[in-house]
């Protein structure tokens, strides 16, 4: 009776169950384990609805937004989660993904495996209204969390504040008021030792 | 210089964050702890995404069938969630919700706050086709999990395949193709013994 099409549709859903179990450095609130990608994607998405108001790019799609940000770090199923400030981990990356995002994206019937693959592309390059919007928010999120969780950290390493400074400073694109938010939260966590 | 209508939206979205250590009755993948209902949501919005073209009620608004499942279980932070089956713990269930609702929404500002507010009343409420998609993929995809994860079960309870065709059988008003595919799933998963 289910089509090949619909097989596709349920291969795609069932496969990215695994995004629950890759995990992030930062941590969930009661810190009891470290915090998982698909629930960071869901975060980002609701922050993208609530924080629209502050983006000074025209333009945006919001539904488009929240796509890319539910999509975006599907990917780490197979090419994993490597940290923002880990140099050598980040050497090859975009080889690894741009694979998993054809393998995985390619689960589904055509023309969703074109649309969530030319999405997944776009949030990479950064270089939209919609992926750069999306980009500010996935670098905002961590550092509310870190201050938030007391910097429970998964591989403990030791973060510098000019380091984080230097890696975020590119959401001023997206909205200056949020990134003098972030500047705030990435000091306030200095203050409290989170970062040297 | 941050106005008070942005601390508002940035107490909501930290608040939200509890939601990520909200457990539910089924596993995630590996079965190494209970799936929780932030990533829960984010599974179900792409799964609107992804399956809308089966189902047959007209004039589905996909951004508010995603807003409202991103949103859906966040009452849960102060109600908990309460496992479909139990009956005795459905009980007043639905005053305790609200009252969550008017807390956690409480914290955005009013226009957003109202939007919320009647999103989640709505899709509680199960009357609009917006409403009545999101449920059918809140409905199943506890069902594609639990077969998937092999029924880990949080607390233990037993259920029998007539409770569960009962409380699902609403999904044919959305689509009788995602209906019929739920049977077939929930059939494989009393052949497995997962439910008696």
Same mark, same amino acid.
């Given at each position: 009776m289910h089509t090949e099409r619909f097989r596709g549709q349920m291969d795609f859903l069932k496969e990215i169950e695994k995004l629950k179990i890759i995990y992030r450095q930062n941590g969930v609130v =009661?810190?009891?384990?470290?915090?998982?990608?698909?629930?960071?994607?869901?975060?980002?998405?609701? +922050?993208?609805?609530?924080?629209?108001?502050?983006?000074?790019? !025209? @333009?945006i799609d919001i539904l488009r937004v929240i796509k890319m940000l539910l999509i975006? =770090?599907?990917?780490?199923?197979d090419a994993g989660d490597t940290f923002l400030y880990d140099t050598e981990g980040n050497i090859g990356k975009s080889q690894k993904e741009e694979q998993a995002a054809r393998r995985i994206f390619g689960l589904l019937p055509e023309k969703q495996r074109i649309?969530?693959?030319?999405?997944?592309?776009?949030?990479?390059s950064g270089t939209t209204p919609d992926a750069i919007y999306a980009s500010c928010l996935d670098g905002l999120q961590p550092?509310? @969390?870190r201050l938030m969780t007391g910097g429970y950290v998964f591989r403990g390493e030791e973060l510098k504040t000019s380091q984080v400074l230097e890696k975020k400073?590119? +959401?001023? !694109?997206?909205?200056?008021?949020?990134?003098?938010?972030? !500047?705030?939260?990435?000091?306030?966590? !200095? =203050?409290?030792?989170l970062y040297t």
């Open positions: =009661d810190r009891s384990r470290p915090e998982n990608s698909a629930e960071h994607s869901w975060h980002i998405a609701l +922050m993208a609805i609530i924080l629209e108001e502050y983006v000074v790019l !025209k @333009n975006h =770090d599907i990917v780490e199923i649309e969530f693959l030319e999405l997944w592309r776009e949030f990479e550092l509310v @969390n400073k590119f +959401m001023e !694109k997206a909205s200056p008021f949020l990134w003098d938010y972030a !500047k705030d939260v990435i000091k306030e966590s !200095k =203050d409290k030792g």
